[in-house]
């Protein structure tokens, strides 16, 4: 099994997806001491992550942290697009500095869109209904990749790390992939490394929300971010915690600044060995890592590195589209675009496919199956806010007392309420997009 980033793809099995990849449980854990924590993350909307502790002890202790996330504009913005932004507008009202890159040259190269028209679509279809949905302008940055000279810079600097045979491996590309869309992957490691730069607010905890789709990326940029780092603290061969430097030059000067580092988190016992170019730690503990692996990070600029913290990732997972399939741009039928009318709508769900029996006798008798349901994903992911009463229509829709036609009708009020006051934000949305861009 691989994941491309670029295919159409649906996952049925997230739980073997996540297993076979790697990808940690989005555990209870993780989010139940948040403040008010989102229903996305609340209903296993959001399933897996990478490195999400970080990102956890950095909102709990009130330490700096950012998101970066990207958008690929084609089409027009469907439900399926509104989930990343209600992440971010929670993590937002969290405190984290926001970050959000226009893939424009992903697009270009990927999709066949000119630079133009994706700016264009960028412009009236994502960032004006990210403004409507509630996304502010303070702490939060949207770029276009194609005038970032940072991150592109950043592209080419961190590919030096990465060799053609893993790209194959990660990507499958070929010897007929574009030479830009062979690159853009360096570019996205360069969106999401590029906020921990001195000028953006320096090294911290990133968080990156997106799709399971995106996993290739995450990696890469996961493992660039440790190639590029001048020290490493590992659990050595016969169980001594131990921090190694990684390059060759300074030496002695990155040992002392170690021995420095550790001394004032309380390490006393600690042997040095040059020619190894590492200093053991006694009465360390695994836990003790990613502590001394902070301060270390952070200390690594003044030696001409970037110290970067390994980027962190939640995965969601994709909303079905109305029809069953997958929800997309490209077959209007099965999405909701943020800028259908109510009465488009309307239509839209009226015509979904349900987890109904096929009389209503049958499902008086038997009730519906709502975890195969298109109206219920809708009431899941975006339409009802409270627990208790999804619940309620979980078990009314189980036992056989909810019809599908009314359950259908309450959705579409829910959805065209939405859309119409989504639609009439958007009115001024144009007028702020200054406030966001870069
Ligand atoms: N590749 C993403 C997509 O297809 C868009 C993207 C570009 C992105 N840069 C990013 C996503 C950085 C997350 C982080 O939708
Ligand atoms: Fe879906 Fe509602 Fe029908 Fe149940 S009653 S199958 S939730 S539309």
Same mark, same amino acid.
């Given at each position: ?128 209904? @990210? ?144 020619? @190894? ?162």
């Amino acid at each position: 099994m691989k994941i491309d980033p670029w295919s159409s793809t649906t996952y049925q099995d997230y739980t073997r997806l996540r297993d076979e990849f790697g990808i940690q449980e989005f555990s209870e854990d993780l989010w139940k001491d948040l403040p008010h924590p989102h229903r996305l993350l609340r209903r296993g909307v959001v399933f897996g992550h990478r490195g999400f502790e970080l990102i956890h002890d950095a909102i709990i202790n009130k330490k700096p942290w950012a998101i970066l996330t990207g958008l690929m504009p084609s089409g027009k913005m469907h439900l399926g697009h509104k989930m990343v932004i209600d992440e971010v507008i929670y993590y937002q009202s969290l405190g984290a500095d926001i970050f959000i890159a226009v893939a424009d040259i992903e697009a270009f190269a990927t999709r066949g869109y000119t630079l133009e028209e994706t700016e264009e679509l960028a412009l009236n279809e994502y960032i004006s209904n @990210y403004i409507a949905l509630g996304l502010k302008p303070e702490k939060c940055r949207i770029y276009f990749q194609s005038k970032h000279q940072d991150v592109k810079d950043m592209a080419y600097i961190l590919g030096k790390k990465i060799n053609w045979s893993q790209m194959v491996a990660t990507y499958g590309f070929t010897e007929s992939t574009n030479m830009t869309h062979i690159f853009s992957p360096l570019v996205q490691t360069g969106d999401i490394l590029h906020v921990q730069l001195k000028k953006f607010g320096g090294v911290r905890p990133t968080l990156v929300p997106v799709g399971v789709d995106q996993d290739p990326h995450i990696r890469l940029s996961r493992d660039i971010s440790q190639a590029h780092r001048l020290y490493n603290v590992t659990v050595t061969k016969d169980n001594k915690i131990g921090v190694f430097v990684k390059v060759d030059k300074d030496i002695e000067k990155l040992l002392d600044n170690a021995e420095e580092i550790l001394n004032k988190l309380h390490f006393t016992e600690l042997k040095r060995i040059t020619d @190894y170019k590492a200093i053991y730690i006694k009465k360390a503990e695994e836990e003790d890592i990613p502590r001394i692996d902070e301060h270390l990070a952070k200390s690594e600029t003044r030696f001409g590195g970037y110290g970067f913290f390994q980027p962190s990732a939640t995965f969601h997972r994709f909303i079905t589209g109305l029809t069953g399939e997958k929800m997309s741009s490209s077959k209007p039928e099965s999405a909701i675009f943020l800028s259908d009318t109510p009465e488009d709508a309307r239509k839209k769900i009226m015509h979904a496919k349900t987890g109904g029996a096929v009389t209503l006798e049958e499902q008086k008798k038997h009730g519906g199956n709502p975890s195969d349901c298109m109206v219920y994903e809708l009431f899941l992911y975006h339409l009802i806010e409270n627990d208790d009463e999804l619940a309620e229509i979980y078990n009314s829709c189980k036992s056989g007392k909810q019809m599908c036609g009314n359950c259908k009708k309450y959705a579409s009020e829910l959805m065209e309420k939405n859309l119409i006051s989504i639609a009439e934000k958007r009115k001024t949305a144009d007028k702020k997009i200054k406030d966001y861009l870069i």
